[in-house]
């Protein structure tokens, strides 16, 4: 369930975006004011926050990243206040949501902060997935940890969800973080939480995603980019069930199931000293493998068409049916960038088809690719980046540019996918977006979210 903040009245149209965002699945909480609505988010956090613009947007945008909290905001208005909409975004507001609300708008962004729209559970056809869920559905019950692997795109997350719905703390929060994501710093404070005055502008006390989740279920996913010094204090707060928030003088108890996702070779990681051995051991305790798409036939189809429905309805369009002809090219294609590409390739799909079917004509696939290709080798043997030509003669940072964007609009926007092909971490990857946003070139977008100037890569 997504969590949603809104601040300002819900006496008026805020107030139709609250019920829409309810009859979504969304859990909401609400602030009267800008001030009110940063004690919610020290004490409980949000996947998002909706702030009316006749606040000031611009201070609770800065005290966040003051206080290392990491929420993104969303100002709200009339399409008159384009001014203030435009200072809003400027001062770091993630978006721009013009009122009366449209309700697929509040969707989408719910959707493009993470949050995941109402649980429909995974969608699953192949006996490959249905022996793995089965076995998820035997180790919700248990109170162990537990590491989910698989490639990009293939359903970590939405596994993870499943496992909480399923365990006997399906009435508890349950709270995902994507490691990669965030600077360190951020990380950390994220993840534990902070004292008033742990850091310069920690002016309140504040609750991690550790305490955040009590009662519930915390994801951490791409646990394997995490730096070795908060493995260390992961590995603490496992063994000690409690937290030390940043600054804090007395560790706080914390009863939290941990799931943790991966793309990559853990194993191999611990071997090469990357990763720290006892944590390893400590999350592996129950381990779930989700094969790549192209290892689930069966799975396609099914997929394919929930992907048709659901963006059909999105979108108020007709609901379409996949024809044979785009059946057979989606049943030949080998999916690199797994159910996430499909879930992408579909919704372009939906958008693009006229008369009564999905045809061929409208399923574009990305270029096949050698078997070699999937595997987690290194850039170099990895064929899938496009060749930068004429070299000679050119700057390196120009070069590096090139590819890297040409690598994400060949990934469809998946920064995991990309940073996986580059051979780059994902925190390198959205540094250099950040740093192309900065100075106006435009960077693709990622799976599902719109193409504006986003603060976040
Ligand atoms: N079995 C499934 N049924 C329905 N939707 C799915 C399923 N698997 C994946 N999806 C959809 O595909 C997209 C990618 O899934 P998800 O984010 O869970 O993948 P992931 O493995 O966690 O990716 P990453 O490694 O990049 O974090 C999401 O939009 C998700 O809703």
Redesign the pocket.
């Known amino acids: 369930m997504s969590r949603l903040l809104i601040v300002g009245s819900l006496e008026g149209e805020l107030g139709a975006a609250a019920r829409v965002a309810i009859a979504r699945g969304a859990k909401l909480a609400h602030a009267e004011g800008v001030a009110a609505g940063l004690g919610r988010l020290r004490a409980e956090g949000a996947d998002l926050a909706l702030v009316d613009l006749r606040h000031d947007v611009a201070w609770l945008v800065q005290a966040l990243a003051a206080e290392r909290i990491a929420c993104p905001v969303v100002a709200c208005g009339h399409a008159e206040d384009a001014d203030a909409a435009v200072r809003a975004i400027e001062a770091g507001a993630r978006d721009f949501l013009p009122l009366p609300p449209d309700a697929d708008l509040i969707v989408a962004m719910l959707e493009a902060a993470g949050a ?1 729209p109402a649980p ?1 559970g ?3 056809r192949d006996p490959a997935m249905l022996t793995l869920l089965a076995r998820a559905a035997q180790l919700a019950r248990a109170e162990a940890s537990l590491l989910i692997t ?1 490639e ?8 993870a969800r499943h496992i909480h719905a399923l365990s006997r703390r399906a009435r508890g929060p349950f709270v995902a973080l994507n490691c990669a994501a965030l600077p360190e710093t951020l990380l950390e404070s994220e993840l534990f939480g902070h004292e008033k005055g742990a850091f310069s502008g920690a002016v309140a006390a504040r609750k991690g995603k550790f305490e955040q989740a009590d009662g519930g279920t915390l994801l951490l ?2 646990i394997g980019e995490m730096d070795p010094r908060l493995q260390a204090k992961i590995l603490r707060v496992i063994q000690e069930r409690e937290v030390d928030r940043l600054g804090g003088t007395a560790p706080v108890k914390v009863d939290v199931r941990l799931l943790a ?1 991966t ?1 990559r070779d853990l194993a191999a990681d611990v071997a090469k000293g990357r990763f720290r051995e006892d944590l390893y051991f400590r999350l592996n305790v129950l381990a779930l493998h ?1 094969p790549p798409l192209r290892g689930r036939p069966a ?1 396609i189809l099914p ?1 394919a068409e ?1 992907f048709a429905a659901r963006y059909a309805r999105a979108n108020g369009l007709p609901l379409r049916a996949v024809s044979p002809l785009a059946r057979a090219a989606l049943a030949a294609h080998t999916w690199p960038g797994n ?2 590409e499909l ?1 992408n390739c579909i919704h372009r799909a939906v958008l693009l088809a006229e008369g009564t079917e999905i045809g061929p004509e409208v399923i574009e696939l990305t270029p096949p690719r050698t078997q070699e290709a999937f595997a987690d080798a290194p850039v170099a043997q990895a064929p899938a980046a496009p060749r930068v030509t004429g070299l000679v003669g050119r700057k390196v940072e120009e070069v590096e540019q090139e590819l890297i964007l040409e690598t994400l609009s060949h990934c469809l926007g ?1 920064r ?1 996918r990309a940073a996986e092909i580059l051979g780059i971490s994902i925190r390198t990857l959205r540094n250099k977006l950040q740093e192309y946003r900065a100075a106006g070139i435009a960077v693709p977008p990622a799976p ?1 979210q719109a193409p504006i100037p986003l603060p976040y890569a």
């Open positions: 995941e429909e995974p969608i699953a698989g990009s795109g293939t359903g970590k997350e939405v596994l996913d791409e996702a793309h989700i799975d997929l929930h159910v996430r879930e998946n995991t599902g």
